[in-house]
Structures are given as C-alpha cells and as structure tokens.
C-alpha cells in the first residue's frame, strides 16, 4: 500500500514559479513510476510528466516540456514538479501518481488528493 500527499500548489502570476512535492509512505515507492496529472475545469485529466523509477527516463506533455521538471528522491520517497514560467492554462488541479507499469497511462495504482494551482494572468 502506497499513500501520496501532495503539497506546494498556490496561487502564482503568469511567468512564476511554483514547486509541487509529493511524499510517498511506503517501502515499494523506489519500485513505482511517478508522475504528475492535471485537470483543468472542463477539461480530460492529462500526464504532465512521469518519471521511471530509477529516475534515468522522463516524459512530458508537449505543453509543459522545457518549462517543467520532474525528479524524484527515493531516499526520500519523495517526487518533484518544478514547474517555471508558467501560463493562465497551467491552471488545474495536479494528482500525483504511481504506477507499477513503465508507463502511466496503461494504468495507475494509486492517486494523491490533489493540490490546486491557479496561475492569474
């Protein structure tokens, strides 16, 4: 069993910066593929990033790549979302996740709360 909180969502203006953290409990967290979903209001949820569990493979959504960066510390069983200049459609709510498959979207065994991020323009 794996529980997520996440924590570090706000309120930022347009072209700021915010830092998502998401802390794991759990001995299997080293084994799992991280990553961070998003959904806007009115809007699908979406996989901004993911990272591989050893933390040598990254993927990004085309929207977020080159201004998002995903790590993870599993001595800390902790991920990250360092997210840089962002933009009023950054605005959602973000969910961790991990997964037990190499990639995030063939399935997801466990979801965080949630941490609202509201960018103003």
């Known amino acids: 069993q794996v529980q997520l909180v996440e924590s570090g969502g706000g309120l930022v203006q347009a072209g700021g910066s915010l830092r998502l953290s998401c802390a794991a409990s759990?001995?299997?967290?080293?084994?799992?593929?991280m990553g961070w979903f998003r959904q806007a209001p009115g809007k699908e949820r979406e996989v901004a990033a993911a990272?591989?569990?050893?933390?040598?493979?990254?993927y990004y959504a085309d929207s977020v790549k080159g201004r998002f960066t995903i790590s993870r510390d599993n001595a800390k069983n902790t991920v990250y979302l360092q997210m840089n200049s962002l933009k009023a459609e950054d605005t959602a709510v973000y969910y961790c996740?991990?997964?037990?498959?190499?990639?995030?979207?063939?399935?997801?065994?466990?979801w965080g709360q949630g941490t609202q991020v509201t960018v103003s323009s």
């Open positions: 990272i591989s569990w050893n933390g040598r493979s990254t």
């Open positions: 759990g001995r299997t967290f080293s084994s799992y593929t």
């Open positions: 996740a991990a997964s037990p498959y190499g990639n995030l979207v063939a399935g997801v065994d466990y």
